[in-house]
């Protein structure tokens, strides 16, 4: 079983920045792909970045590309995500996702779902 516990969100103004960490509770964190996601009240649930279980393949939604940047440190059993040059409709909750498969742009692609972090970008 894998718990995955997200932190770092909150409310940020428009061009801010947030990082967000996913810490796993798991032996074996480098044999996991990982990945976030987001959902706003008004959107389903979307793919945000995914990293390999490495971190040598990194894939990134068109909405984020050049704004965020996925990283993990399998020594500390965490993942990363910063995002820089926040927008409005970036607000939503991140969740952050693993899985023993190959990362995957696909909600489908992942087994074990954090609880999710909260993320407001004011105008």
């Known amino acids: 079983q894998v718990q995955l516990t997200e932190s770092g969100g909150g409310l940020v103004q428009a061009g801010g920045s947030l990082r967000l960490s996913c810490a796993a509770s798991v032996r074996t964190f480098s044999s996991y792909s990982m990945g976030w996601f987001r959902q706003s009240p008004w959107q389903e649930r979307e793919f945000v970045a995914s990293?390999?279980?490495?971190?040598?393949?990194?894939s990134y939604a068109e909405s984020v590309q050049g704004r965020f940047t996925i990283s993990r440190d399998n020594a500390k059993n965490t993942m990363y995500l910063q995002m820089n040059s926040l927008k409005p409709e970036d607000t939503a909750v991140y969740y952050c996702?693993?899985?023993?498969?190959?990362?995957?742009?696909?909600?489908?692609?992942?087994?074990?779902w954090g609880q999710g972090t909260q993320v407001t970008v004011s105008p």
């Open positions: 990293i390999s279980w490495s971190g040598a393949t990194t």
């Open positions: 996702v693993a899985d023993l498969r190959p990362s995957s742009d696909y909600v489908s692609g992942y087994d074990y």
